[in-house]
């Protein structure tokens, strides 16, 4: 899992990890064709984020592909604005996770934001990090389980990334 801070990101993570993975992404970038050829390519796997029936559907095939031991990236802050900060994170990287008792490993991206801006297709020239965490192990098999993994990951990332907390979770 890593934060999300701009179109860059995905190629970033393409670029700085050595193994194979699928990227876990939003089902609404499937009704924009450069973005529909250019994921499905790479085997992204597609989420509903608002049927919840289809959505509680998708995350089962997901949880299926954890427990097969394919490699799956997440951004767990579901999207990204302008707005320097970590946002919340959606829970579907980490029941996943908790469901096929694998681990999570944080990665933080730093410089992107600033490179290529929400509202512009032209990047800056300027450094862009990448800091992979060590994995954390799930500790159960439960939504608490669950919940904890994510509060570890984005503590892990909200260390590293010199944003704010945009959470709304004291």
Known sequence: VANHASYLDGLVILI?????????AKAELLKNWFARL????????????FDPQQGLLDAQRITVKAQQHQTLFYFP??????????RPFHMGAFTAAVAAQLPVIPITIRGTRSKLRS?????????????IGPPIRPSGNDWQAALRL???????ILDRIGEPDLSDRS
């Open 119 to 131: 509202t512009s297709w032209f990047p800056r020239k300027g450094e862009i990090s990448v800091l």
């Open 150 to 156: 994510r509060d570890q990951a984005r503590s892990q």
């Open 38 to 49: 250019f994921l499905t390519r790479l085997g992204c796997e597609f989420v509903e984020r």
């Open 77 to 86: 802050e579901g999207t990204f604005s302008r707005i320097p900060g970590l």
């Open 16 to 24: 700085a990890l050595p193994t194979n993975c699928h990227f876990v």
